[in-house]
């Protein structure tokens, strides 16, 4: 079998720049509870959920009219969650921010899809974003695949992303993660520059989100530790860095490097400014935090793999960065 990633690129780009989430809908939702989750209310969930509609009487109207259930069936806003239950909730008129279309297949065979991803493009359906997401626009574009994407980057980072295109090949792969046989390589801008040429930030990170979805170092916490060198001083005061995470925790890279006083440039959820009613859109400052190459064994022949995402324009550049974020 030919594979063609030059077809697979345009087939998504094509979709992907129609904006299918802009365009409104009524967005079935459905919110699967995990044992870390039961014991609060739906009241509860709907604020965690929807942050930004925490409207009381609009969510008991869309009960009334069917459009909150817990499994199958109407209950109060007071009903208590436990682990299984499935909440489905209709989210009329929904209108989701714009992506970037300009998503790039690097690479494809009979196991596996590595892409470079741009930004700003959410993985999966998740928040204001459902349609407009990665793995919704690559079912559509690509009814011949189910894409099973193995490891993830934020909504707000580019770069390469490896996706399983058969269950035993997703295994594989998340396997190699999890044993942390992986290699992954990112570069990141950032305000200012460390004071040596390398180091290394060992600092654990919570395993549970904020209610605005983002960590925090804690003692207690998982372990993270990220490999930095320094790549080039710019004359506006940023810098640019290589960066080698040799575990994988969510935000690992941005919250270290705000961590040690070196934020990324266009970071807003770790410079005090986090704002749960905010979204990653194209109109927000680009989060300079890019997956540059990754090595890995190929789940079926086990021939050592190493692939590369395009530089971002920002990496060279010696035009201003935004300022300095406040502390």
């Given at each position: ?37 039961e ?6 969930l ?135 046989r ?26 549970r ?36 995470p040799?575990?994988g ?49 190929h ?29």
């Amino acid at each position: 079998m030919r594979f063609q990633p030059a077809a697979r690129t345009a087939a998504f780009r094509a979709l992907a720049a129609t904006q299918p989430g802009c365009t409104p809908y009524h967005n079935h939702r459905p919110i699967f509870i995990r044992k870390h989750s039961e014991g609060q209310t739906l009241a509860s969930l709907l604020a965690q959920v929807r942050p930004y509609s925490q409207d009381a009487s609009l969510m008991e109207r869309h009960r009334a009219r069917g459009w909150l259930t817990v499994d199958h069936k109407s209950v109060g806003l007071e009903r208590v969650l436990v682990a299984g239950n499935i909440v489905r909730m209709v989210i009329p008129d929904t209108v989701e921010p714009a992506i970037s279309p300009d998503l790039l297949v690097l690479h494809e065979d009979h196991d596996i899809l590595v892409i470079a991803k741009p930004s700003p493009l959410p993985m999966h359906p998740s928040g204001r974003f459902n349609k407009n997401t990665l793995v919704w626009l690559a079912r559509e574009a690509w009814p011949d695949l189910t894409l099973k994407p193995v490891h993830r980057l934020d909504a707000n980072t580019t770069g390469v992303l490896v996706c399983g295109k058969t269950a035993p090949a997703a295994r594989s792969l998340v396997a190699q993660f999890r044993e942390r046989r992986v290699q992954k390589h990112y570069i990141a801008r950032v305000h200012g520059a460390p004071d040596t040429p390398e180091l290394t930030i060992d600092a654990p990170i919570a395993q549970r989100p904020s209610k605005a979805g983002t960590r925090s170092i804690q003692p207690d916490g998982q372990t993270a530790r990220t490999d930095v060198r320094l790549l080039r001083r710019f004359s506006d005061g940023t810098s640019l860095l290589e960066l080698r995470p040799h575990t994988g925790r969510t935000h690992q890279i941005r919250l270290h490097l705000q961590t040690v006083g070196l934020p990324i440039v266009g970071e807003n959820a770790y410079t005090g400014d986090a704002n749960p009613t905010t979204g990653f859109t194209r109109a927000d400052p680009s989060l300079c935090l890019h997956a540059t190459r990754i090595g890995f064994h190929h789940p079926t022949t086990e021939v050592w793999m190493e692939h590369a995402a395009p530089p971002p324009p920002w990496h060279a550049h010696e035009t201003s960065a935004p300022s300095q974020p406040a502390r």
